[in-house]
């Protein structure tokens, strides 16, 4: 039967964090538009450079508008509408991002699901908009086009990114054509198998 693989596909087969920080932006925009009157190109880009910081604690894509508006509030004091922001560092949000989460979500009244669809809406207008450069922002780790495309065992992507911008990045980037049917991304209902001790 031979070997099969399920890969998880941001920071291990994919570096995302330049488009989803870019995404993230946008969509944050568009979701407080008034938060970012008169926000300036040069404080957008520091917020991009920190989310390259601060990516590791995404589990999935929509937490990163989350964490754009927080750091635009750490910059903007007047326009705070978190209790965190003011006493808020990076190091603090690498340390206690599961903590904090749950208090600006509602402080913000937000909801997980009109984010991941928000956050999907603007990378599909990008996307339709000028594919190249949405292409452009992201990056296969060194080697992994090769061990797709050269892979004798099957090989399946389980990935927290929704599915079509795995496979477009597949097929774009990497040149390699895994069946939808093999990836499994967010909204599509998978399941993560635990090892189970089958002597309990």
Same mark, same amino acid.
């Given at each position: 039967?031979?070997?099969?693989?399920?890969?998880?596909?941001?920071?291990?087969?994919?570096?995302?964090?330049?488009?989803? $920080?870019?995404?993230?932006?946008?969509? /944050?925009? !568009?979701?407080?538009?008034?938060?970012?009157?008169?926000?300036? %190109? @040069? &404080?957008?880009?520091?917020?991009?450079?920190?989310?390259?910081?601060?990516?590791?604690?995404?589990?999935?894509?929509?937490?990163?508008?989350?964490?754009?508006?927080?750091?635009?509030?750490?910059?903007?004091? $007047?326009?705070?509408?978190?209790?965190? /922001?003011? !006493?808020?560092?990076?190091?603090?949000?690498?340390?206690?991002? %599961? @903590? &904090?989460?749950?208090?600006?979500?509602?402080?913000?009244?937000?909801?997980?699901?009109?984010?991941?669809?928000?956050?999907?809406?603007?990378?599909?207008?990008?996307?339709?908009?000028?594919?190249?450069?949405?292409?452009?922002?992201?990056?296969?780790?060194?080697? !992994?086009?090769?061990?797709?495309?050269?892979?004798?065992?099957?090989?399946?992507?389980?990935?927290?990114?929704?599915?079509?911008?795995?496979?477009?990045?597949?097929?774009?980037?990497?040149?390699?054509?895994?069946?939808?049917?093999?990836?499994?991304?967010?909204?599509?209902?998978?399941?993560?198998?635990?090892?189970?001790?089958?002597?309990?």
């Amino acid at each position: 039967m031979g070997d099969l693989y399920a890969l998880d596909f941001d920071g291990i087969l994919c570096d995302s964090c330049g488009e989803s $920080s870019l995404s993230a932006v946008k969509a /944050a925009k !568009v979701r407080w538009p008034g938060l970012f009157d008169g926000v300036d %190109s @040069k &404080l957008e880009d520091w917020i991009v450079d920190q989310m390259f910081i601060i990516r590791p604690v995404v589990e999935t894509g929509y937490e990163n508008l989350l964490l754009v508006r927080l750091l635009l509030e750490m910059r903007l004091p $007047s326009i705070r509408k978190s209790s965190v /922001a003011e !006493v808020l560092t990076i190091e603090g949000i690498l340390e206690n991002w %599961s @903590k &904090l989460k749950p208090v600006i979500m509602e402080e913000w009244d937000e909801k997980r699901e009109p984010l991941v669809d928000l956050f999907g809406k603007v990378r599909d207008e990008w996307m339709e908009d000028d594919l190249a450069t949405w292409i452009d922002a992201n990056r296969f780790y060194p080697g !992994v086009a090769d061990a797709l495309k050269f892979a004798s065992s099957k090989v399946y992507i389980v990935t927290t990114k929704q599915g079509r911008f795995a496979e477009a990045l597949l097929r774009e980037l990497a040149g390699v054509m895994i069946p939808s049917e093999r990836i499994y991304g967010l909204g599509t209902g998978f399941v993560c198998f635990l090892p189970v001790d089958v002597e309990k």
